[in-house]
């Protein structure tokens, strides 16, 4: 075990020290490709989810944090912060994704640095193979690239007039990571996000909500339901992946929890009583299984995006029988996030 984790160190860093002494972006471009590589050597050698999870995001964090030196101007380098969010923030990402990154600045800076930075920080991002974010969460839209005291302003609002569009604004901030420059930028605005949230039972529950978006795709006597018009397929993300992200972020924001990891929120939840050390541990397992299926999915999908839709059909008995287990999980972590904000009221 200890030599694989060496050699894993060491071919990681061989990337990461590519990345250090890459003094172009067509440098940063093939240390993206030989990133997006290492995903699947370290799968083929059995290496588990979540290891490549942080394995990943500390080299795309690295890639991010060095393309930021090379194209922001010294200005927005000083008194800004660069943020990546979503599964990338969480340090979930293992097949790449689309972009979800943005900035935030102390203060005003130069409008014309700033507009030529959007465009050529996020225009590159896409040459090294990341593409833009259908919800445009990148550093090239104003709305998540600006001063700290506008993104304060925008929580406020979202907050105090709450829609579906806030809820998942607030999701997608609570899982930010700084990568480089201030992080400090971070820390403030996310204590401040916790603060207007914090004992608002009414916007949790709200909130929580989200939780119950997607049906999870198990039946009566615990039969898998799969979708005719997916090829008989199900969808691991919406049906397992996504309740439990969602749901243990409700939990953690409502108890102000800085971790960004599903696993570490987990963990810091059942360390503070909020969830049964043995339902933790199961919920934990779940999360790992599921991705773990996804990402053998992607990698067997071309394109390595739509590999969130498993067919129970190509799977082993075992396999088959470990998802049903899953998603009764699902299903019960569902009920508690349901009967913990009173969620039958609305």
């Not at 923030?89 to 640095?113: F, H, K, M, S, Y």
């Not at 969460?137 to 806030?166: C, E």
């Not at 999870?216 to 993300?237: C, H, M, Q, R, Y």
Request: aromatic share 6%.
């Amino acid at each position: 075990d200890i030599d694989l984790l060496g050699f894993l160190a060491g071919s990681a860093q061989v990337v990461a020290g590519r990345i250090d002494r890459a003094s172009s972006k067509d440098d940063l471009m093939i240390a993206a490709r030989e990133t997006a590589a290492q995903v699947r050597t370290l799968r083929r050698q059995g290496v588990k989810v979540e290891v490549i999870g942080e394995v990943v995001s500390d080299l795309n964090g690295h890639l991010f944090s060095r393309l930021f030196e090379m194209v922001a101007p010294a200005e927005i380098r000083t008194s800004g912060c660069l943020i990546v969010m979503g599964s990338e923030g969480r340090g979930e990402q293992t097949v790449r994704t689309d972009q979800d990154n943005g900035l935030i600045l102390a203060g005003p800076v130069d409008q014309a640095a700033l507009n030529a930075f959007r465009s050529d920080f996020s225009g590159a991002l896409a040459e090294f193979g990341f593409p833009p974010c259908p919800g445009n969460v990148m550093v090239r839209n104003p709305v998540w690239s600006k001063p700290l005291s506008d993104y304060l302003a925008d929580f406020r609002r979202w907050v105090t007039l709450p829609d579906d569009m806030a809820h998942m604004n607030v999701a997608i901030f609570y899982d930010a990571r700084a990568v480089a420059g201030d992080a400090q930028l971070l820390a403030t605005a996310k204590a401040a996000l916790i603060d207007l949230i914090r004992g608002e039972q009414a916007y949790l529950a709200h909130f929580a909500r989200a939780v119950d978006a997607f049906a999870t795709p198990i039946g009566l006597f615990n039969k898998l339901v799969t979708s005719e018009g997916k090829g008989d397929a199900l969808d691991l993300k919406k049906g397992g992946i996504f309740p439990i992200v969602h749901g243990t972020r409700s939990l953690a924001i409502e108890h102000g929890l800085v971790e960004t990891a599903t696993d570490k929120r987990i963990a810091r939840l059942r360390e503070i009583g909020v969830l049964q050390p043995d339902f933790a541990r199961e919920l934990s397992q779940t999360l790992r299984f599921l991705l773990t299926l996804r990402l053998d999915g992607q990698l067997a999908a071309s394109g390595g995006i739509s590999g969130t839709l498993v067919r129970p059909s190509l799977l082993s008995s075992m396999e088959r029988d470990l998802l049903r287990d899953a998603f009764q999980v699902v299903k019960q972590f569902r009920g508690i996030i349901r009967h913990h904000f009173n969620l039958g009221m609305f």
